[in-house]
């Protein structure tokens, strides 16, 4: 973990989270598992969950302190890791500011394969549990459009989980409910380039924000009772709801179950594919 000092952004200032608990700058290969054994004491782990292979040397590149992602081969987002699934070990957050100085490139055309994503999901599914029940957030997905000659970037929560009976077991069928961010509203999310932008999200119980270069882009608050609403930047009005479901199950989709994010911390992903490479400066992540 990098020793420097570091500004304390002001959003995760203002809720409290102002403990630098993760730093990678990727000044060399030294914060990364680069054996793939899953020894403790890196920041980033190679050996990625959901049967992926362990990345080879050729795959990833670290030069001039900046992490390139999406080298030589087709591409899945879970590249690099907070947490290794072979040493069940690593780094994993349960409410904190989580934020990574990026930037991307795109193909002519965007919709060549897998994009770039810095993105979390539940330890528990991480470790092998094939998407349960648990939460994800997308902190950055650069995402195409039809149409658009450039992506879009995205910041997304969702609840992936199982269907269940009458009674709320398990049946063991597999029915993603998915609640997207306001992508359909998005006038800033045009303002992409293929510069240098710092992606962040805030986590609180109950609360999720995202940010681009330190200003808040929208947010979504969540609870036991009722599906999420999403708030465009700071506008104390919800977005209408935007849902992702299973055809033919909406009937099976449960109100609150976003509350699964209060049970199981997040383990946190970098990923990319060769036509669309990710470069990353630095990864930071704030608590309390």
Known sequence: MSVKQVPIPAAAEAAGFTKLAFCEDFDDYSGIDTSGEGKPGYNF???RPYGLHTLTEDEYVVADSVLKLGVHRPGCLADLSTYSKKGDTGYTMQYGYAEARIRVDWPDDTYAGAWPAFWSIGKSDAMGKSWSDCGEIDVLEMVPIHGKKRPIYTGTLHHHHRDRDENGKITGTRVGSNMVNATGYNDYFDYID????TYAV???PGHVAWYMDNKLMHAARYNGIDLPQFFYRDSPTPLPRIEHRVPNLADRVW???????ENDPQVFFLGARNEWPLYCDWVRIWEK
């Not at 293929?194 to 932008?197: D, F, L, N, P, S």
């Not at 109100?255 to 994010?261: A, D, H, M, T, V």
């Open 202 to 204: 805030l986590w609180e």
């Open 255 to 261: 109100k609150g179950q976003y509350n699964i994010f």
């Open 45 to 47: 782990y190679i050996d």
């Open 194 to 197: 293929k510069e240098w932008h």
